[in-house]
């Protein structure tokens, strides 16, 4: 596997693992035995990056503390804080107050099994903590030897700025991929002029840009996409399906899949972009990690970018009360 650098020294494969499926989100929690046994067969192709969050539950950061704990030393844990653990269940409320970070670090630390978290992102911005304080925080958790880096999610280009000029912030992660390039806009030029890592969630359109997804496709009640994003309305997915259509001729004259082609797309946008696909299945895995070996050449890019200069993607990315926390 290809390494790549975020910031300015946290080297990390090109591709990482996204964990969050394993436990929320996308239907049904995973077998304990089954998830563990899938984040050690990606350690062993070459994957030293894993992405978790406290949000995602208790159980989530524990497999992923358990599943790596043999292989420490050798690989990149990122978790994320910026919520209040102890709020109602199937409440999401923010907290970045700085007592509330130090509170959520030790559980994180104990539930990851390790001395001091790798990478660590606020999940979301709260309005009501100045980034500077929550920087500041993270700055005093790295001086103790709790925490190594410190990055950004889903933030806005002068949050990142400020946040940068109180304590470097190595990574921002936003979802980022062919239907959705808003991170074109502002951030990754931001990051680009700061020196900052990029990390793309959802790089395959939270399972859309595969093709195993279409107008018919039915969810699991707990699965996310068929209650929550409007993007993922039948009527939305059939008129989405051009993406698709243009992945899948691509990959066909590169003797790849629609999922590698969306995934080299990204690697070929900046040397400093590392993609977090996530799945609960070993093929789709081997699949995604594929994607590294795949070439997409400058004519490549530029048919890409023809075919889908044309396509207008339809539905929003989030609900109203989802969006409200992006782009602070």
């Known amino acids: 596997m290809q390494k ?93 107050r700085p007592e509330n970070i130090r509170k959520v670090t030790e559980g994180s630390l104990r539930r990851l099994r390790v001395e001091a978290i790798d990478l660590y992102y606020q999940h979301r911005v709260d309005p009501d903590v100045p980034i500077e304080e929550v920087a500041g925080t993270v700055k005093e958790l790295i001086r103790e030897g709790k925490v190594k880096h410190f990055g950004l999610s889903e933030a806005s280009a002068q949050t990142i700025r400020r946040a940068h000029a109180v304590q470097l912030v190595t990574a921002v992660q936003s979802e980022y991929s062919l239907w959705w390039r808003e991170p074109e806009e502002e951030i990754l ?18 399972g859309f840009l595969t ?46 899949t629609p999922a590698q082609i969306a ?18 299945k070993l093929h789709r895995l081997e699949e995604n990690l594929g994607a590294a070996s795949v070439e997409l050449t400058p004519d490549d890019l530029r048919e890409i970018e023809a075919a889908a200069a044309k396509i207008t993607v339809r539905g929003d990315r989030y609900p109203a009360h989802l969006q409200q926390r992006v782009g602070r």
Request: glycine share 10%.
């Open 4 to 96: 790549r650098t975020l910031g300015d020294n946290l080297e990390v494969s090109a591709i990482g693992y996204g964990a969050m499926g394993l436990s929320h989100g996308y239907g049904p929690q995973t077998d304990k035995q089954q998830a563990t046994s899938l984040i050690r067969a990606a350690v062993e192709r070459g994957v030293t990056f894993f992405d978790t969050a406290q949000i995602y539950g208790a159980e989530n950061e524990e497999i992923v503390g358990e599943a790596l704990e043999p292989f420490r030393y050798g690989v990149v844990i990122a978790t994320k804080f910026g919520f209040d653990l102890e709020a109602p269940a199937g409440q999401q409320v923010l907290n970045s």
């Open 189 to 206: 030029p931001t990051c680009e002029e700061l020196g900052i890592g990029f990390v793309p969630f959802s790089p395959l359109g939270k």
């Open 211 to 256: 093709g195993s997804i279409d107008e018919n496709t039915e969810f699991d009640s707990t699965d996310m996409r068929g209650t929550t994003f409007p993007r993922f309305t039948p009527e939305n997915r059939k008129a989405n399906r051009a993406v698709v259509d243009l992945l899948t001729r691509i990959a066909a004259q590169k003797r790849a």
């Open 263 to 280: 995934l080299a797309w990204l690697l070929a946008r900046k040397p400093w972009i590392v993609p977090i696909p996530g799945t609960t």
